[in-house]
């Protein structure tokens, strides 16, 4: 008889706070985390690196099949691309914007599927994404769509960056926000949606704790 390691996933749109709750949830619970936008990050990083044209997609999946990533847990988690340490390069909205034309791709997205189910490893998984619920873990032991209004997101992610040193215009970056979430809803492949059976929580008037604590709850604080 083989034991299904549990999976949590956690979808929603930018800067809804999926990472950081994600993450704070796999710590309690001592479960692996999956970032799995730091994937799709990746390669558009790989591929920009690579002068690729993120048109040309039988190149990119050339690069999506053999990149090699790696993960470190730390606190922050850092991300290593061939060796080369990518933790900064991929927070760019830049690397975001990127990442979400190659991700409208069928090939591209099955060539880093298997990469993601990898992350499901005993004791068990917090998977962070847009299609966690949907296609990469359909049978998830429990799913949450996390979202929170337009504005309330733009003006979280302007705050992030920032803080990492960024210069950054609100305006400007909500209008990217909007059409990355557009991209994302709109694609033919795996779609941003709501997955069958999903709960909902809007993280607009809750803090971070709040939001931890709605989940714990609906996993029946394991
Ligand atoms: N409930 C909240 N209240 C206030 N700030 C929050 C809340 N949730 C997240 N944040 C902050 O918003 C920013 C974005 O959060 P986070 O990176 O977790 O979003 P995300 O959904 O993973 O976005 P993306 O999909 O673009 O990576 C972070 O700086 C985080 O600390
Ligand atoms: N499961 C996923 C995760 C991400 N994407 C695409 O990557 C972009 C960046 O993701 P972040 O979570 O790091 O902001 C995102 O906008 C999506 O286009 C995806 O398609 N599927």
Known sequence: MTTKVPVITIDGPSGAGKGTVSRALAKKLGWH?????????????????????PQDIDAVVRVA?????????????RIFLGGQDISHKIQTEDCGSTASKIAAHGPVRQALLQKQRDFQREPGLVADGRDMGTVVFPDASYKIFLTASAEVRAKRRHKQLKEKGADVN???LTKEI???????????????????????????????????ARCL????GR
Request: no cysteine; proline share 5%; aromatic share 4%.
């Open 33 to 53: 985390f999956l970032d799995s936008g730091a994937i799709y990050r990746s390669l558009a990083v790989a591929v920009t690196q690579a002068a690729i044209d």
């Open 170 to 172: 609100l305006d400007r």
């Open 217 to 220: 709850d609906i996993i029946g």
């Open 65 to 77: 099949e053999s990149m090699d990533l790696r993960f470190e847990a730390n606190d922050p988690p």
């Open 178 to 212: 909007e059409e990355r979430d557009r991209r994302d809803k709109e694609r033919a492949e795996a779609p941003l949606t709501v997955p069958d059976g999903a709960v909902l929580i809007d993280s607009s008037d809750l803090t971070i704790d709040q939001v931890i």
